[in-house]
């Protein structure tokens, strides 16, 4: 199950990654501009890297979003963000939206630290397949029955 899941982590990831960024090109030219609010910032530091949120809230058409999204690249913010940003909405899911530095409502799905996950847990189902499989016939190799 363990080599399984790291497989499906690992092919999903890219794919993951990929359709975040056509929604983001998507939402680019076709979305509408608005002022959204920083009403949140905050780091989740990870042993190889920490990621920056920000929480954001918008108006469109009337009705109040409320949304997390990261901040910045793979390394997070450059600056600590200002307290409005520009993002373009989607004017059939207003709930959609990319910011101005490229992420989108589902940047917090989309991203490559999954990739180590992926691999630690392919390593491991593989290893317990190979133990269960290889190593109970080299052990009892030379055996015989009374």
């Known amino acids: 199950m363990l080599l399984i899941a790291g497989l499906a982590l690992a092919a999903g990831t890219p794919v993951l990654l990929s359709w975040n960024h056509d929604k983001a090109e998507r939402l680019r030219a076709t979305g509408v501009p608005v002022d959204a609010s920083v009403t949140g910032w905050s780091t989740q530091q990870r042993s190889t890297a920490a990621a920056d949120y920000i929480r954001l809230t918008y108006t469109y058409n009337g009705v109040r979003y409320s949304a997390q999204t990261r901040c910045g690249g793979s390394g ?71």
Not at 102 to 120: E, K, Q
């Open 76 to 146: 997070g913010c450059a600056e600590p963000p200002g307290p409005m940003l520009r993002i373009w909405v989607d004017p059939q899911h207003p709930d959609e939206f990319v910011t101005s530095d490229g992420n989108t409502d589902d940047s917090n799905l989309a991203t490559r630290y999954l990739l180590l996950p992926a691999g630690f847990m392919t390593l491991v189902g593989g290893l317990g397949i190979w133990v269960a499989t290889a190593l109970p016939s080299t052990l009892f190799r030379g055996r015989r029955r009374a």
